[in-house]
């Protein structure tokens, strides 16, 4: 029996603009038909044009800049710090009993209430943003890649023990192969934190980046460019997380 071929419904993109499309037209009759005033809720035609403006007169890329710099930077240190102390924590009892708790403590202290808290320690400048970014990634970093590490079967050290192989094979052989998987879906989670953090803390602070817009422009009700803003916002994050799932698909070859 010959297959019926429908591409269009296979293809990403495509039911991706399909499914905004429908959001878009349904949004629009909503605001139409119940005459929604335009400062609650414009209407998606307003959104896009105030989107193309800021785009156009250059006046947001700037704040593009700003955000991607903190959260990429907040990342990348909240990344490696993170790698760090987990390693540490997998090689040592010692250390894991003795800061394990103080770790807990930290990962479930409420970090977007915190912000305000670092903005008083370390002022309104970018370092204060960078370590609320860093806050956010560091611990589902530390919880992934020690889980991983403690997931290796206890055989495959034996083996490489029995072959006598140095430190750094089984490293590089062993153990960063076998938590790759669980890295990768860390680094999923971290990134869209650090998109959280990084905006949180523009909102109650900056004066520069998307956080930053979406304040001023809540202060003055304009809903347009606070909506054009929050999908600024989204599509960077989804940029950066489909970013992180290249590179899994290009190293987690196996999978």
Known sequence: MKTVKQPYLKHPVVNTIISLSVFALIWQLYVQFFNVPHFMLPAPGSVLQETIYQFTSGDIWIHIGITLYEVLLGFIIGVLAGC??????????????????????????PKIALVPLFIVWFGLGMTSKIIVVFSMVVFPIIIG?????????????????????????????????????????????????????ATVAEWM??????????????????????????VITIVLGVVLYQIIEFFEKKLIFWK
């Open 84 to 109: 760090a102390i987990a390693y540490a924590l997998y090689k040592s009892e010692f250390l894991s009993d003795l800061f394990k708790p103080f770790l807990v403590f930290l990962q479930v202290a």
């Open 205 to 230: 602070s900056g004066q520069l980046g998307l956080g930053y817009i979406q304040s001023f422009a809540s202060s003055t009700f304009n809903t347009p460019l606070l909506i054009s803003g929050i």
């Open 145 to 197: 890649v020690e889980s991983a590490l403690r997931s290796i079967p206890r055989s495959y050290y034996d083996l490489l023990t029995v072959v006598k192989a140095e430190h750094k094979r089984t490293i590089i052989d062993l153990e960063i192969p076998y938590i790759l998987p669980d890295v990768f879906a860390s680094l999923k989670i971290a990134i869209v934190q650090a998109i959280i953090g």
